[in-house]
């Protein structure tokens, strides 16, 4: 890594690990079955995609496409439900099955209809046995597509939190993020998520837009918090290969004062919501003091099992973590849902990343430690017998000589606010040499 990757504090969003540009065609294909035979699955996580949103905003670099032909939906859900079926009969094969937490994301999973969105719940529910009612179950949104109808569904099928990617509440800077929305249609949609009366609503905003200052920064957090937002995410802009913002982009490459701004932005939300009752939670989440408790107690994202369902879904076994091929181009993503929609075998992993112990390790280390908690170094030594000093004490002693982790931390390894706030520079950093590799080779497409 160079110098300005060890200190610039906005290199790489990392929410799993490996990202998916380390994934690569798995020649065996192994079977679900044989990958998910030896798997504890008493605490699994299930996750539905839908590859769909009305627009796609500038920053996006999601995978997912815009609009649907005519029939499209149908067919994707059709195909969802022959996976469905073939994952749940490999995992029934290799013992009982319990899902404790669920999550529709995307894409936008409001683009479906309302009876679409019943369907979807009705194959999370019937096909795979999640028993959406009785677990948390987080759904995104968009301002458009958050409907009464599509809401009613979603909170009389059990969802307990619902996430709205508002991104500004300045109509100029959702413009200048390549986001056409107005704040009216914006408030109109969060009193019908708020009559609906979902525990949880959480409100994304980015910072960092063209134009934006810390005065219409605090404008906009403040016209989330008149809503008493649960959660809230705040987003540092990033500009990524192939996306509306990179088409206008000039000058590509590092810009410091950029990062400086970001940086400035990032700790004026972070005061503003801490000193109004928010407790954070990451460098991007923060809660809200008296929010309902959201998570499932029994379910740990460093050891439980995942389950992705749809094209643009990623599953999790301690051995292979598997998904589908995976573009940002338009015409690539079309082609990769044509092919899912058509696709009939779904028993066998496809595309994927093999996990060794010492890569284990690593996603236990950067899972924990990116969380404001952080490591407790009682449960690492537990599952790994060893000490995360003796597997990673370079790595560590380097964060706490820049201050970026708290070196009194001997039960619990935490990063310090300043840390926190380099947190997408810790988390590629800890990336391994192999998993770099694998990414710096990755044929964007």
């Not at 013992?95 to 937490?101: D, I, N």
């Not at 990116?370 to 597997?391: I, K, M, N, S, T």
């Amino acid at each position: 890594m160079t110098t300005a990757q060890l200190t610039g504090p906005y290199q790489h969003y990392v929410y799993a690990y490996p990202h998916k540009t380390a994934y690569r065609r798995l020649p065996d294909r192994p079977a679900l079955r044989s990958l998910w035979a030896a798997e504890d699955k008493s605490a699994l996580s299930l996750y539905l995609h839908i590859p769909f949103c009305e627009v796609r905003c500038g920053f996006c670099n999601l995978f997912t496409r815009i609009g649907a032909p005519q029939g499209l939906t149908g067919a994707y859900l059709d195909a969802l439900e022959r996976q469905a079926d073939a994952v749940r009969e490999a995992l029934g094969e290799t013992g009982p099955v319990r899902f404790a937490t669920a999550a529709f994301g995307g894409g936008t999973p409001t683009f479906l209809t309302a009876a679409e969105l019943e369907r979807l719940c009705d194959i999370a529910e019937l096909r795979m046995g999640a028993g959406l009612r009785a677990i948390p179950l987080s759904v995104e949104a968009s301002p458009a597509t958050a409907t009464a109808d599509r809401l009613a569904v979603l909170a009389g099928r059990g969802t307990t939190r619902l996430s709205l990617g508002v991104q500004s509440f300045v109509d100029t800077e959702a413009r200048a993020a390549v986001r056409p929305q107005r704040r009216a249609d914006v408030e109109a949609a969060l009193a019908r998520i708020r009559d609906a009366a979902i525990p949880v609503l959480n409100i994304d905003l980015i910072y960092g837009i063209d134009g934006q200052t810390e005065q219409t920064w605090l404008r906009s957090l403040d016209a989330a918090l008149a809503w008493q937002p649960e959660e809230l995410y705040l987003y540092p802009l990033y500009v990524r290969p192939l996306t509306g913002l990179d088409r206008r982009r000039t000058a590509p490459g590092p810009d410091p004062a950029w990062d400086a701004q970001r940086l400035r932005l990032y700790r004026a939300g972070r005061d503003h919501l801490l000193a109004r009752g928010y407790t954070q939670q990451s460098m991007r989440m923060f809660r809200r003091a008296d929010a309902p408790p959201q998570g499932a107690d029994d379910h740990a994202c460093q050891t439980d099992g995942m389950i992705g369902l749809g094209c643009g879904a990623r599953s999790y076994t301690a051995a292979v973590h598997y998904s589908f091929d995976y573009a940002v181009g338009m015409h690539e993503i079309r082609g990769i849902v044509d092919d899912y929609v058509a696709t009939t075998d779904f028993a066998h992993a496809e595309v994927g990343y093999r996990m060794d112990a010492h890569e284990a390790r690593r996603r236990h280390l950067l899972q924990s430690l990116l969380q404001a908690e952080g490591l407790a170094v009682d449960d690492y030594r537990a599952r790994f017998g060893a000490e995360p000093l003796d597997d990673f004490g370079t790595e560590l002693l380097r964060l706490a000589d820049r201050g970026w982790l708290d070196p009194a931390g001997s039960a619990r390894l935490r990063l310090t606010p300043r840390g926190l706030a380099h947190s997408d520079a810790i988390g590629p950093e800890l990336f391994s040499p192999a998993v770099r590799a694998a990414m710096a080779a990755y044929e964007r497409k």
